[in-house]
Nanobody, 128 residues
Framework: VQLQASGGGLVRPGESLRLSCTAS????????MGWFRQAPGKEREFVTG???????????YSADSAKGRFTISADSAKNTVHLQMNSLKPEDTAVYYC???????????????????WGQGTLVTVSS
């Protein structure tokens, strides 16, 4: 399975941006995909994740920094997740990485080492 992320770019503070990530290849019944970000000089941090089973029963969970402004959604038929980011701030500037857990059964995961598959990263710059 490979992950391909897209949608980054340069936006002004207060604007919105939508990132997408598609997993190619065969996935299991239970899927966990999520987004991390890494700002210059900082560690990679969890943003938000979503799980589904047999294409249904979606469950989203987010870091506190993402709640209220960022929304994750998924199209299980396409193995695609989207990250809708609203009211962007300069501190949201980072490389955003799509990630997935290669073998997933249940639960929520927040640490980078708990994810096996990574996309190439897409740069989001928020600046006036």
């Amino acid at each position: 399975v490979q992950l391909q992320a897209s949608g980054g770019g340069l936006v002004r503070p207060g604007e919105s941006l939508r990132l997408s990530c598609t997993a190619s290849g065969r996935t299991g019944r239970n899927v966990l995909m999520g987004w991390f970000r890494q700002a210059p000089g900082k560690e990679r941090e969890f943003v938000t994740g979503i799980t589904w089973t047999d294409g249904f029963t979606y469950y989203e969970y987010s870091a506190d920094s993402a709640k209220g402004r960022f929304t994750i959604s998924a199209d299980s038929a396409k193995n695609t997740v989207h990250l809708q980011m609203n009211s962007l701030k300069p501190e949201d500037t980072a490389v955003y990485y799509c990630a997935a857990k290669g073998t997933y059964y249940r639960g929520t995961y927040y640490q980078p080492y708990q994810f096996d598959l990574w996309g190439q990263g897409t740069l989001v710059t928020v600046s006036s």
